[in-house]
């Protein structure tokens, strides 16, 4: 069984890579032969989901060598074990819809989806930093290139690069993290990034914080998340409700160790988690454009499991993570169902709309009273598990997620008092189909049923074990009279919000003004300093340069007039001496030294002649010869002497 579950592991990230790249490439190649990429697509995401129990149930480890102290290694936990295959399950009823949605289809459309859902699988079971980085990159990539999906409307293109943008400047915090990590001893695997020396503690604990704050769209990042929406509404199912955006989130569940130990880490994430609830829920109010409304209700609702995440509370955490995906999950496409339907997203033209289509409304009624916390729906109780846990840290705290929970109550308020009330008189809205196919309305049911009963995960007997295992010590669990509490806050402003309608603070339409603080203190000095460094560049290094140019060039004339004049003309006269000195160095060798040497040689030879004629062979010649020579040698004493 073990084998089994390591190869499904590695399969559960590879196949629908693989996939995804194969119908890129096909694409790319026969942009049109793509009729087989939704039947690819939709079968591989029901292979993963298969595989994704399989995984659940085994909790493999595998790992390859990457570098020296960190392995490339992928693993199922506890809280994998849960995220996975809610996270596979959303994957594949998302691509389903999409293949009733005439507004987007074929081999990239469903390549990018597919290598998206990859990078989630591999971010969800990373359990190194070098896994976790490229899970985190190719996500945030695939991303920008769905959010753009329509690349022939420049605004889009736009949305996709600025949430690409704001997420990548976040995402540099794990960059910053993994060096602190292995400067501070610590190694890279995720779980070991707590036991850094205190000093770089705190450095690796900001980095992933900001890192997840960014990709979670907490404050300050959150804008980016209305940016976003401009992507095709199957892509914003999928991002913004079990992918990337509460990948963010996830990860900081992954890490409550390495903030606890930290210490200010954990209280920053529950606050910020907590500011986030309350404030994007008021921006989530003042909408008037439904998936902008549910984008705001994203960052609000995932706010609790960033609280969650602080307080250490995370079963609570992953039940509201998981429960979340299905309800938001559910709104988006049937947001999308009615946009393909009617060709509009604005509240306006959604008036009734309901009625006319009574399937997607009960589906979306389901998904609006559990955003509103309603009993006995899901986020009624995954809430109230992480409310509970604040109550003991603090009593603001606490009251902070109440105030959020009641806003919560008044944006779903305002979605079901649009969708159900009866339409005006004369305003039917131009309507494109007459209804949803059947792969639009099958994904929305499975959705629904999920966020009926996904309260199961935060109430007995499920809650209390899945606290148990996740949460590393004992934690407080919701009272009957708190989940009494939050159930009747939730149906008082739910009445109030039907009965009389929801205030809509235009200052809150903005979204806080976080993109234009975000382009006055950071797009705007940084362009002014990049002007500032240009005309630097210009009036200074340039001129610097041109005038060490010219003075270069000056002195490379000079040195090349001296060569010429000078050094050229020492090397051409000394050339001509030499030339001289040899042919005179010849003459003296033709006419004198071998004068002297055939003179001296003629000598010899004559001395050589002179010695033979001696030389007859007669004995008295010889005797005559000795005489004569001692007589001249006694000559020549006496002469000496």
Same mark, same amino acid.
């Given at each position: 069984?073990?084998?089994?579950?390591?190869?499904?592991?590695?399969?559960?990230?590879?196949?629908?890579?693989?996939?995804? @790249?194969?119908?890129?490439?096909?694409?790319?190649?026969?942009?049109?032969?793509?009729?087989?990429?939704?039947?690819?697509?939709?079968?591989? $995401?029901?292979?993963?989901?298969?595989?994704?129990?399989?995984?659940?149930?085994?909790?493999?480890?595998?790992?390859?060598?990457?570098?020296?102290?960190?392995?490339?290694?992928?693993?199922?936990?506890?809280?994998?074990?849960?995220?996975?295959?809610?996270?596979?399950?959303?994957?594949?009823?998302?691509?389903?819809?999409?293949?009733?949605?005439?507004?987007?289809?074929?081999?990239?459309?469903?390549?990018?989806?597919?290598?998206?859902?990859?990078?989630?699988?591999?971010?969800?079971?990373?359990?190194?930093?070098?896994?976790?980085?490229?899970?985190?990159?190719?996500?945030?990539?695939?991303?920008?290139?769905?959010?753009?999906?329509?690349?022939?409307?420049?605004?889009?293109?736009? !949305?996709?690069?600025?949430?690409?943008?704001?997420?990548?400047?976040?995402?540099?915090?794990?960059?910053?993290?993994?060096?602190?990590?292995?400067?501070?001893?610590?190694?890279?695997?995720?779980?070991?990034?707590?036991?850094?020396?205190?000093?770089?503690?705190?450095?690796?604990?900001?980095?992933?914080?900001?890192?997840?704050?960014?990709?979670?769209?907490?404050?300050?990042?959150?804008?980016?998340?209305?940016?976003?929406?401009?992507?095709?509404?199957?892509?914003?199912?999928?991002?913004?409700?079990?992918?990337?955006?509460?990948?963010?989130?996830?990860?900081?569940?992954?890490?409550?160790?390495?903030?606890?130990?930290?210490?200010?880490?954990?209280?920053?994430?529950?606050?910020?988690?907590?500011?986030?609830?309350?404030?994007?829920? !008021?921006?989530?109010?003042?909408?008037?454009? +439904? /998936?902008? +409304?549910?984008?705001?209700?994203?960052?609000?609702?995932?706010?609790?499991?960033?609280?969650?995440?602080?307080?250490?509370?995370?079963?609570?955490?992953?039940?509201?993570?998981?429960?979340?995906?299905?309800?938001?999950?559910?709104?988006?496409?049937?947001?999308?169902?009615?946009?393909?339907?009617?060709?509009?997203?604005?509240?306006?033209?959604?008036?009734? =709309?309901?009625?006319?289509?009574?399937?997607?409304?009960?589906?979306?009624?389901?998904?609006?009273?559990?955003?509103?916390?309603?009993?006995?729906?899901?986020?009624?109780?995954?809430?109230?598990?992480?409310?509970?846990?604040?109550?003991?840290?603090?009593?603001?705290?606490?009251?902070?997620?109440?105030? !959020?929970?009641?806003?919560?109550?008044?944006?779903?308020?305002?979605?079901?008092?649009?969708?159900?009330?009866?339409?005006?008189?004369?305003?039917?809205?131009?309507? /494109?189909?007459?209804?949803?196919?059947?792969?639009?309305?099958?994904?929305?049911?499975?959705?629904?049923?999920?966020?009926?009963?996904?309260?199961?995960?935060?109430?007995?007997?499920?809650?209390?074990?899945?606290?148990?295992?996740?949460?590393?010590?004992?934690?407080?669990?919701?009272?009957?009279?708190?989940?009494?509490?939050?159930?009747?806050?939730?149906?008082?402003?739910?009445?109030?919000?039907?009965?009389?309608?929801?205030?809509?603070?235009?200052?809150?339409?903005?979204?806080?003004?976080?993109?234009?603080? !975000?382009?006055?203190?950071?797009?705007?000095?940084?362009?002014?300093?990049?002007?500032?460094?240009?005309?630097?560049?210009?009036?200074?290094?340039?001129?610097?340069?041109?005038?060490?140019? =010219?003075?270069?060039?000056?002195?490379?004339?000079?040195?090349?007039?001296?060569?010429?004049?000078? +050094?050229?003309?020492?090397?051409?006269?000394?050339?001509?001496?030499?030339?001289?000195?040899?042919?005179?160095?010849?003459?003296?060798?033709?006419?004198?030294?071998?004068?002297?040497?055939? $003179?001296?040689?003629?000598?010899?030879?004559?001395?050589?002649?002179?010695?033979? /004629?001696?030389?007859?062979?007669?004995?008295?010649?010889?005797?005559?010869?000795? @005489?004569?020579?001692?007589?001249?040698?006694?000559?020549?004493?006496?002469?000496?002497?």
């Amino acid at each position: 069984m073990t084998s089994v579950a390591q190869w499904s592991l590695w399969a559960l990230v590879a196949l629908p890579a693989i996939a995804g @790249v194969a119908l890129l490439l096909n694409h790319l190649r026969r942009p049109d032969a793509d009729r087989l990429a939704a039947v690819a697509s939709v079968g591989t $995401s029901l292979v993963v989901v298969a595989l994704s129990a399989v995984v659940a149930v085994g909790r493999p480890r595998v790992s390859v060598p990457f570098m020296a102290g960190a392995d490339f290694t992928l693993g199922v936990d506890a809280l994998s074990a849960v995220v996975v295959p809610a996270v596979a399950v959303i994957t594949l009823l998302v691509l389903v819809f999409a293949v009733g949605d005439g507004a987007v289809g074929g081999g990239r459309f469903h390549g990018l989806m597919l290598v998206f859902a990859a990078a989630v699988m591999l971010t969800a079971t990373a359990v190194t930093l070098p896994t976790l980085l490229l899970a985190w990159e190719v996500m945030g990539a695939v991303s920008y290139a769905l959010i753009g999906y329509r690349w022939q409307q420049t605004y889009r293109v736009s !949305a996709g690069l600025t949430a690409f943008l704001t997420t990548r400047t976040a995402d540099l915090g794990l960059y910053l993290a993994a060096g602190a990590a292995l400067a501070g001893g610590a190694g890279l695997a995720l779980a070991d990034m707590a036991d850094a020396s205190s000093g770089l503690r705190h450095v690796v604990a900001a980095g992933v914080l900001v890192a997840a704050l960014g990709k979670a769209a907490q404050l300050p990042f959150s804008f980016w998340l209305s940016r976003a929406m401009q992507g095709p509404s199957p892509v914003s199912a999928l991002l913004h409700s079990a992918a990337m955006v509460a990948m963010g989130a996830y990860l900081l569940l992954r890490m409550g160790p390495l903030l606890a130990a930290a210490g200010w880490a954990a209280t920053a994430a529950a606050w910020l988690g907590a500011a986030t609830a309350v404030l994007l829920g !008021a921006v989530a109010v003042a909408q008037r454009d +439904l /998936k902008q +409304l549910l984008a705001a209700s994203t960052s609000a609702q995932l706010g609790f499991v960033v609280m969650a995440a602080g307080l250490a509370a995370v079963g609570g955490g992953a039940a509201q993570l998981i429960s979340h995906a299905f309800t938001k999950a559910g709104l988006f496409l049937a947001a999308g169902a009615w946009l393909s339907l009617l060709g509009s997203k604005r509240l306006d033209d959604l008036r009734g =709309v309901a009625r006319r289509w009574p399937l997607i409304g009960v589906t979306a009624g389901v998904s609006a009273l559990a955003l509103a916390g309603v009993a006995p729906l899901s986020l009624w109780a995954t809430k109230d598990a992480v409310l509970a846990v604040a109550r003991e840290y603090s009593i603001p705290l606490y009251l902070a997620g109440l105030a !959020a929970t009641a806003l919560s109550a008044a944006y779903a308020g305002k979605i079901l008092l649009v969708i159900w009330r009866r339409p005006a008189q004369g305003r039917q809205g131009m309507q /494109k189909r007459l209804s949803p196919s059947m792969f639009e309305r099958g994904p929305l049911i499975v959705l629904a049923v999920g966020t009926a009963v996904g309260g199961a995960l935060a109430l007995p007997p499920i809650g209390p074990r899945l606290s148990r295992a996740l949460d590393p010590g004992p934690t407080a669990h919701a009272t009957v009279l708190e989940l009494t509490i939050s159930a009747a806050l939730a149906v008082l402003v739910l009445t109030a919000v039907l009965r009389w309608g929801v205030p809509e603070p235009r200052c809150m339409a903005s979204w806080l003004g976080l993109e234009w603080m !975000a382009h006055a203190w950071v797009v705007a000095p940084t362009m002014w300093l990049a002007g500032a460094l240009a005309r630097f560049d210009d009036r200074i290094l340039d001129r610097a340069v041109d005038a060490a140019a =010219v003075r270069t060039l000056s002195l490379s004339r000079g040195a090349a007039r001296f060569d010429d004049q000078i +050094l050229d003309r020492v090397v051409n006269e000394s050339a001509a001496g030499t030339l001289t000195s040899a042919a005179a160095a010849a003459r003296v060798d033709r006419r004198d030294v071998d004068g002297v040497v055939e $003179s001296a040689a003629a000598l010899l030879r004559r001395l050589g002649e002179l010695a033979r /004629k001696p030389q007859t062979g007669q004995l008295h010649q010889y005797y005559t010869s000795a @005489v004569v020579i001692v007589a001249l040698a006694v000559l020549l004493l006496i002469v000496v002497r």
